[in-house]
T-cell receptor, first 112, second 114 residues
């Protein structure tokens, strides 16, 4: 049974700091992994999707890496801004199916 | 191009009642997936509809049911509401009956069961 864990559960950093969010999964037979952002009480916005054959994806100040063998992914945020404050969710999609398993998320607060 | 619209945005129901939540998919999408997100948790997959047929289901009891219409909009119905059904219900539309690639999420319906 696939389980997704995100560490830390919450994080508070000063503006301008570089930071890393962690995601681990128990079953390496994944089809892809995706990072989402969720603002309070809102839906999810896709940030980066990494296919199982890829090692990383980049978009602006965001970089996500994937290591299937160790069951880990990281989301790196460079030069954090107050507007980055949100919950960041990691989700994996297993091979042979479409069921998506989400982690509980990391709540990020960037102080001005 | 319109996004995914969910209605209502907020809802309060009494335990034992029934509720219907609605989702209009993004233009060009033919697949709708429903998720339940309890406070402080990640979303949990309820089921997916592709071309008006249920295309897969998570670990939710039969009192959670759904429909997809010819215009690819969808409904989530929950019977015999329980207090633990209180959550944010999210729908995501996509194309092709696949997984989360290309998902567009709605803003959700906040259901409170009292």
């Amino acid at each position: 049974k696939q389980e997704v864990t995100q560490i830390p559960a919450a994080l508070s950093v000063p503006e301008g700091e570089n930071l890393v969010l962690n995601c681990s999964f128990t079953d390496s037979a994944i089809y892809n992994l995706q990072w989402f952002r969720q603002d309070p009480g809102k839906g999810l916005t896709s940030l980066l999707l990494i296919q199982s054959s890829q090692r990383e994806q980049t978009s602006g100040r965001l970089n996500a890496s994937l290591d299937k063998s160790s069951g880990r992914s990281t989301l790196y945020i460079a030069a954090s801004q107050p507007g980055d404050s949100a919950t960041y969710l990691c989700a994996v999609e297993n091979t042979g199916g479409f069921k998506t398993i989400f982690g509980a998320g990391t709540r990020l607060f960037v102080k001005a | 191009e319109t996004g995914v619209t969910q209605s209502p945005t907020h809802l309060i129901k009494t335990r034992g009642q029934q509720v219907t939540l609605r989702c209009s998919s993004q233009s060009g999408h033919n697949t709708v997936s429903w998720y339940q997100q309890a406070l402080g948790q990640g979303p949990q997959f309820i089921f997916q509809y592709y071309r008006e047929e249920e295309n897969g289901r998570g670990n939710f009891p039969p009192r959670f049911s759904g429909l997809q219409f010819p215009n690819y909009s969808s409904e989530l119905n929950v019977n015999a509401l329980e207090l633990d059904d209180s959550a944010l219900y999210l729908c995501a539309s996509s194309f092709g009956g696949q997984g989360m690639r290309g998902y567009t999420f709605g803003s959700g319906t906040r259901l409170t069961v009292v």
